[in-house]
T-cell receptor
Framework: EDKVVQSPLSLVVHEGDTVTLNCSYE??????LLWYKQEKKAPTFLFML????IEKKSGRLSSILDKKELFSILNITATQTGDSAVYLC???????????????FGKGTKLSVKP | DTGVSQDPRHKITKRGQNVTFRCDPI?????LYWYRQTLGQGPEFLTY????????KSRLLSDRFSAERPKGSFSTLEIQRTEQGDSAMYLC????????????FGPGTRLTVT
């Protein structure tokens, strides 16, 4: 069964800390891995990773993919209270006729950043 | 605002009633997706459209659920004979065909079935 597993499920840190969120996946015909940030409502797109070992970076957030070990990490440095959110990892589902777009999401990591 | 919009934002209904939700995607996006999310879970795929064509539907989706996108723009999701287990956040997302994994989500419709 294709699946995405995120860890930890929740994390509490203080402002200024650095955090690492983990996402492991088991999916046939892997194409890409995506990270989303979900605050109160809509998930917002952060990164898409397709190549192993190439870091994607946006400000204090960065992510890298390891296709051999089937996982990705999302790093957030110098955390701020505004980083508090659920961080979701997803991979495209290969099981629906091979067409694109149907995403399998993990349960998410709930990050709480305390002042 | 040129993002994805959904209406209503909240819906409370009694068990057995029918409900309909609307999603307006980003105008230049020709793919539209519906997901369902319950507390502590990631979004779960329901169905998606390429323009007006419904290309995929989750094998777990009950026959009580139906979705349309008649003109390839907005979409509606109808749930007939609602059950308490249908209570969830219903999320709509849209994307371009060539970047279909980069999906932009709406704020969701929270459905509560009493």
């Amino acid at each position: 069964e294709d699946k995405v597993v995120q860890s930890p499920l929740s994390l509490v840190v203080h402002e200024g800390d650095t955090v690492t969120l983990n996402c492991s996946y088991e999916v046939t015909n892997f194409r890409s891995l995506l990270w989303y940030k979900q605050e109160k409502k809509a998930p917002t797109f952060l990164f898409m990773l397709t190549s192993s070992g190439i870091e994607k970076k946006s400000g204090r957030l960065s992510s890298i993919l390891d296709k051999k070990e089937l996982f990705s990490i999302l790093n957030i440095t110098a955390t701020q209270t505004g980083d508090s959110a659920v961080y979701l990892c997803a991979v495209p589902n290969p099981n629906y006729g091979g067409s694109q777009g149907n995403l399998i999401f993990g349960k998410g990591t709930k990050l709480s950043v305390k002042p | 605002d040129t993002g994805v919009s959904q209406d209503p934002r909240h819906k409370i209904t009694k068990r057995g009633q029918n409900v309909t939700f609307r999603c307006d995607p980003i105008s230049e996006h020709n793919r539209l997706y519906w997901y369902r999310q319950t507390l502590g879970q990631g979004p779960e795929f329901l169905t998606y459209f390429q323009n007006e064509a419904q290309l995929e539907k989750s094998r777990l989706l009950s026959d009580r659920f139906s979705a349309e996108r008649p003109k390839g723009s907005f979409s509606t999701l109808e749930i007939q004979r609602t059950e308490q287990g249908d209570s969830a956040m219903y999320l709509c997302a849209s994307s371009r065909t060539q970047n279909s994994y980069e999906q932009y989500f709406g704020p969701g419709t929270r459905l509560t079935v009493t």
